[in-house]
């Protein structure tokens, strides 16, 4: 769900700031470094390395499962609080500062930084230390790259910080454990995740839905930024055969859902390759370029609509066969 997370930042962010009359490029920029931020908060998954080490290697399914199963001894709790994320947001925006106060403004980002890893020691140990350390630096590496960007300064950094770091435990509701969003605070806002369907194939396929529904956000977002309109082209509906997968592999649920997943964007990928792209000749370096995006942009947007067909055709398949 990270590229999830990152893309409803993006779409949320682009859009708002292009519809306040910011310039494209500023909007992508705001756009892009929400969606960086709304990533930092799955670096947790780095103590998922953990179950790794002590995963008896009998097949990929064994590794996957020693890999999860770790992940959820920490994921979506310290770095998914909607708690933290202002404190981090203010911090990571400190070290965009520029000017003669750069200094002092990156000491006190790495001061909040390191007070929030501290309370997080405090609570959990080691676990704590190195979960939001890893955090710290993920966010700090990525308000360094908007900084050498010179393209959004400290306060815009702050809202758009708080945008991706805030929004990213909504997008958790519907898959595994829910997030712990008042962490340190002992409180629970949600004891289990929101259900969109008791019957676990079809709340698989609703979250993919919903999945699919933010990329689209995200395209048509950048479409209306960039001012180009999204062209499906005819071999999109081939994704329609992909409802045949329905009488050769088991229902996917969120326990064993990869064969799903992997081969429905497949499906996707191969139907978004364009049969042909545009050649050099006698046209504008400029042209060109715009050529070349406009030929990635309906790219994308036809594998994007192979993946909502094949969907379509699957749980059309499901529910009334």
């Known amino acids: ?163 991706g770091l805030a929004s990213h435990p909504f997008g958790d509701l519907f898959t595994g454990e829910p997030p712990a969003m008042l962490w340190p605070l002992d409180a629970t806002v949600l004891t289990g995740r929101v259900a969109l369907s008791a019957d676990p194939t079809l709340h698989l396929l609703g979250a993919f839905a919903l999945e699919l529904a933010v990329i689209w956000a995200a395209l048509l977002a950048f479409c209306w930024v960039t001012d180009r309109r999204p062209r499906v082209q005819p071999r999109a509906a081939a994704g329609l055969a992909y409802g045949g997968v329905f009488f050769l592999l088991p229902p996917p649920t969120l326990d064993v859902s990869y064969h799903f997943v992997f081969s429905i964007v497949a499906v996707g990928t191969v139907l978004a390759v364009p049969v042909a792209a545009p050649t050099r000749t006698s046209v504008a370096l400029d042209t060109l370029r715009r050529s070349v995006a406009d030929h990635g942009v309906s790219s994308v947007t036809t594998g994007l609509a192979a993946v909502t067909l094949a969907l379509l055709a699957y749980g059309t398949l499901y529910v009334f066969v």
């Open 1 to 163: 769900m990270m590229l999830g997370h990152s893309l409803l930042a993006f779409a949320l962010v682009a859009t708002l700031a292009r519809a306040l009359d910011a310039p494209p490029r500023r909007a992508l920029a705001a756009g892009a470094a929400a969606g960086a931020f709304a990533a930092v908060p799955d670096v947790d998954m780095v103590y998922a390395l953990t179950g790794l080490a002590g995963a008896e290697i009998d097949g990929v399914f064994s590794v996957t499962t020693a890999f999860w199963s770790a992940s959820t001894v920490v994921h979506r709790s310290m770095t998914h609080s909607l708690v933290v994320a202002p404190v981090a947001a203010l911090a990571f925006a400190l070290v965009v500062v520029r000017g003669r106060h750069a200094t002092r403004a990156t000491v006190a980002g790495f001061v909040l930084l390191g007070g929030v890893t501290v309370v997080a020691t405090a609570l959990h140990g080691l676990l704590g230390l190195v979960v939001l350390g890893a955090f710290s630096l993920a966010g700090v590496a990525v308000a360094a790259v908007v900084r050498e960007s010179s393209q959004l300064d400290g306060r815009t950094t702050f809202a758009v910080a708080l945008a």
